[in-house]
C-alpha cells in the first residue's frame, strides 16, 4: 500500500477563525473537538480535510501550493460572489471574453485559492 494524503496543513495566526471560513466556503465544519483559540482546527469535507496551524510567522510570500475549488451546485460567478461574501478577496481575475478562465482570491489571512469553472460550465 502507498502513503495517502491524510491532511491538506495550512500555517496561520488564528486555526479556529480560519478553520471557520474554510468550514463554510467547502459547506463543511469546524472539528467538534477544536475550540477558539486553540492552536490547531480540523475541517473535514467531502473533498479534503484541511488542518490549520497556529505559527508565529506572518504571510509574507505568494502560497508554493494553493487550492482549486470547483462549484458543484453553482457557476463559478456565483460561487465567486458567495466565498466573497463569506470574506474572500479577488486578488486576480483570468476570466476571459469567451467564459473560460477562474479566479484567485485569498482567504482573511491572505492565503491564494482559485474557483473555477464547474463540471457543467466545463461540458458547454
Not at 63 to 73: A, E, F
Amino acid at each position: 500500500m502507498t502513503s495517502l494524503v491524510r491532511h491538506i496543513t495550512i500555517d496561520c495566526s488564528d486555526a479556529y477563525a480560519l478553520a471557520g471560513f474554510w468550514a463554510q466556503v467547502l459547506d463543511a465544519k469546524v472539528s467538534d473537538d477544536d475550540k477558539p483559540g486553540d492552536p490547531e482546527a480540523l475541517v473535514e469535507s467531502a473533498g479534503a480535510a484541511l488542518l490549520f496551524i497556529q505559527v508565529p510567522e506572518k504571510k509574507s510570500l505568494k502560497n508554493r501550493i494553493h487550492l482549486d475549488l470547483q462549484p458543484q451546485d453553482r457557476t463559478r460567478d456565483e460561487e465567486v460572489e458567495r466565498v466573497v461574501a463569506l470574506g474572500a478577496s479577488v486578488f486576480d481575475d483570468q476570466r476571459r471574453p469567451d467564459g473560460t478562465g477562474w479566479v484567485v482570491l485569498t482567504d482573511p489571512e491572505g492565503n491564494e485559492f482559485c474557483v473555477e469553472r464547474s463540471k457543467a460550465e466545463r461540458a458547454e
